[in-house]
C-alpha cells in the first residue's frame, strides 16, 4: 500500500543550527502538508504546498521555515535556525485532492520527524 | 471549546468492550476525519465521514456525524489490546486546505 515516508526518524540538532526534514509524499498525490506535534500538545498545521508553491500556511510557519519540493518525489520542510521551542514532531502529509475543497479525500500522514533542539 | 475536541481526554476499558469517544466542533466543515496514533508514532488515517453523511462503518469502527450538534463520535467494538492508542479527530476549515485536530483520546484496552 502506498504510504508517507520520511527521514530521518529522529534529529538532534544544537540551537541555531539549520535543519532539513524529508518526506517523500504518495506518488500521484499533489497536495503536500507539514504539521507538527509538540509532546504533549496538539497536532498543528504548518504549511499547504501545491504546484509548487505554498498555498496557505499558519501562523507557526514564520521566516524561519521555508519548503521546496526539489524533485519529482521530495518534499522538504527546512527550518533555518532552530530554535529550542521547534522541537517537536514534525509530520507531513500528502493527499490526491485539496483538502476542505469541498472534494471527500483522505490525508496520509507519515510516521514522522522527531526533532530535538539542543 | 476548540475545533476538534475530543472527550473523554483518557479512557481504559476491558479487551472486548466498546469503546466510544466524542469530537466536538465549532465551524461548519466538509468532512470529518478520524487518526490514530500509537505512543510517539505517525497519524494513522481510520476513517472520513463526510458533511452529508450520518453514519459510517469500517470493520470494528462505527463513526458518527451530527452536523447540527457539531459533533462526531468513533465506537470501536470487541476492544483489543493492540487498539490502544490516541484517538484524534480533524476537521476541514470548509473551505481551506487544513486540518485542524483536537487533543485526541487516550485508548488503553487492557488484556
Known amino acids: 500500500e502506498p504510504e508517507v515516508t520520511q527521514t530521518p526518524s529522529h534529529q538532534v540538532t544544537q540551537m541555531g543550527q539549520e535543519v532539513i526534514l524529508r518526506c517523500v509524499p504518495i506518488?500521484?498525490?499533489?497536495?503536500f502538508y507539514w504539521y507538527r506535534q509538540i509532546l504533549g500538545q496538539k497536532v498543528e498545521f504548518l504549511v499547504s504546498?501545491?504546484?509548487?508553491?505554498?498555498?496557505?500556511k499558519s501562523e507557526i510557519f514564520d521566516d524561519q521555515f521555508s519548503v521546496e519540493r526539489p524533485d519529482g518525489s521530495n518534499f522538504t520542510l527546512k527550518i533555518r535556525s532552530t530554535k529550542l521551542e521547534d522541537s517537536a514532531m514534525y509530520f507531513c502529509?500528502?493527499?490526491?485532492?485539496?483538502?476542505?475543497?469541498?472534494?471527500?479525500?483522505?490525508?496520509?500522514f507519515g510516521q514522522g520527524t522527531r526533532l530535538t533542539v539542543v | 471549546s476548540q475545533q476538534g475536541e475530543e472527550d473523554p481526554q483518557a479512557l481504559s476499558i476491558q479487551e472486548g468492550e466498546n469503546a466510544t469517544m466524542n469530537c466536538s466542533y465549532k465551524?461548519?466543515?466538509?468532512?470529518l476525519q478520524w487518526y490514530r496514533q500509537n505512543s510517539g508514532r505517525g497519524l494513522v488515517h481510520l476513517i472520513l465521514?463526510?458533511?452529508?453523511?450520518r453514519e459510517k462503518h469500517s470493520g470494528r469502527l462505527r463513526v458518527t456525524l451530527d452536523t447540527s450538534k457539531k459533533s462526531s463520535s468513533l465506537l470501536i467494538t470487541a476492544s483489543r489490546a493492540a487498539d490502544t492508542a490516541s484517538y484524534f479527530c480533524?476537521?476541514?476549515?470548509?473551505?481551506?486546505?487544513?486540518?485542524?485536530f483536537g487533543k485526541g483520546t487516550m485508548l488503553l484496552v487492557s488484556p
Open positions: 502529509a500528502s493527499s490526491a485532492i485539496r483538502q476542505g475543497g469541498g472534494m471527500n479525500t483522505e490525508a496520509f
Open positions: 465551524t461548519s466543515i466538509n468532512n
Open positions: 504546498f501545491y504546484n509548487n508553491e505554498i498555498s496557505e
Open positions: 480533524a476537521t476541514d476549515g470548509g473551505g481551506y486546505s487544513t486540518l485542524t
Open positions: 506518488s500521484n498525490h499533489l497536495y
Open positions: 465521514i463526510r458533511s452529508n453523511e
